[in-house]
């Protein structure tokens, strides 16, 4: 291995080793989905031997939907472990620098032969794509786990058991995923490098500079000018990562006679949607400035002495 990539390895791993709800939370939810998965197919047929679905394998392929709906569910199905690794990872961010000069640990690190630029960045790669990486796969994992469990519920009721499953739409879908969780974390850099800057900057409680310094410039710039730009622009930036979820290329998987389910199942996202939202000039400008943000937490961890 390059002498160059090998502190940052180390430092990868100590990342993991320290921050070990990157892997249980996602773990967490794996397992109540999975549960709410065993309920769905027990449900399942339940409700077929008492009589309560006529025609299972109407009810099951809907005419074809079920090929239409599979991008949806897995997107959809991505949604609460999104929510958790954003969570996090922010949590994380906000804590790491500071926590390293409240417990003094940062004497321990500044003996060893890994810069603080080093720490610094092995963090934030952590963050945007580390971290990432696991949530995919155990999302993946439960993906898998689900279709199997689906998979029996289906052969006890009578029903082809591999009617749901198309491992081409899974496979394209996926790696849609992984290429929007690269966007994500590039159109987040502004925040990562904030929440640095903060932890770097902080003696106690960084989630006070986190939050207040911009509440402050919002009622400042309010107060002085009567205007909202910069909450706007906050604001804005966050709800831009809609546009990562909603394409807008036309990709229908599969015709159903009612172009609505169709359209909307095309305006999902898309590898193309993705590529097209990385090339928006607000991702690169906050790319930017969340660069300036980490570069400062850099200087600070440098030059700031531990609490």
């Given amino acids: 291995m390059n002498a160059a990539i090998k502190p940052y390895v180390a430092l990868g791993k100590r990342e993991l080793w320290e921050h070990r709800a990157f892997w249980i939370v996602p773990l967490v939810i794996v397992a109540i989905g999975t549960l709410l998965t065993m309920w769905g197919g027990g449900m399942l047929i339940y409700a077929y031997y008492n009589g309560y679905l ?3 394998e109407y009810a099951v392929q ?3 939907i079920n090929v239409a709906y599979l991008k949806i569910t897995i997107i959809g199905g991505a949604v609460p472990f999104n929510i958790a690794l954003v969570a996090l990872v922010s949590f994380y961010l906000i804590d790491t620098l ?3 000069r409240r417990d003094r640990s940062i004497l321990f690190w500044r ?3 890994t810069s603080d630029t080093a720490t610094v960045l092995s963090k934030l790669f ?7 990486a696991i949530v995919l796969a155990l999302f993946i994992g439960f993906e898998i786990i689900a279709a199997i469990i689906l998979a029996i519920a289906n052969a006890a009721i009578g029903v082809n058991p591999f009617v749901l499953f198309h491992p081409w739409v899974a496979l394209v879908t996926f790696t849609t995923l992984a290429w929007a969780f690269v966007a994500q974390s590039l159109w987040l850099l502004p925040f990562y490098g904030w929440y640095l800057l903060c932890s770097a900057w902080a003696k106690r409680n960084a989630w006070s500079w986190v939050i207040l310094v911009p509440v402050a410039i919002i009622v400042l710039e309010a107060i002085m000018f009567q205007t909202d730009h910069f909450g706007a622009l906050i604001g804005g930036h966050i ?3 809609m546009d990562l979820m909603v394409g807008n290329d036309g990709f229908t998987l599969h015709s159903m006679g ?3 389910m169709p359209k909307a199942v095309g305006h999902l996202m898309s590898f193309g949607s993705v590529g097209r939202f990385m090339l928006k000039p607000e991702m690169w400008i906050g790319v930017a400035i969340g660069a300036a943000f980490t570069a400062g937490a850099i200087w ?3 030059n700031r002495n531990e609490i």
């Avoid at 952590?126 to 990432?132: E, G, S």
């Fill in 300 to 302: 600070l961890r440098r």
């Fill in 98 to 100: 500071n926590a390293d």
């Fill in 62 to 64: 809907m005419g074809g």
């Fill in 126 to 132: 952590t963050a945007m794509f580390t971290a990432p």
């Fill in 54 to 56: 006529e025609n299972a």
């Fill in 258 to 260: 009612d172009s609505t």
């Fill in 239 to 241: 709800a831009g990562l």
């Fill in 111 to 113: 003996s060893l032969p």
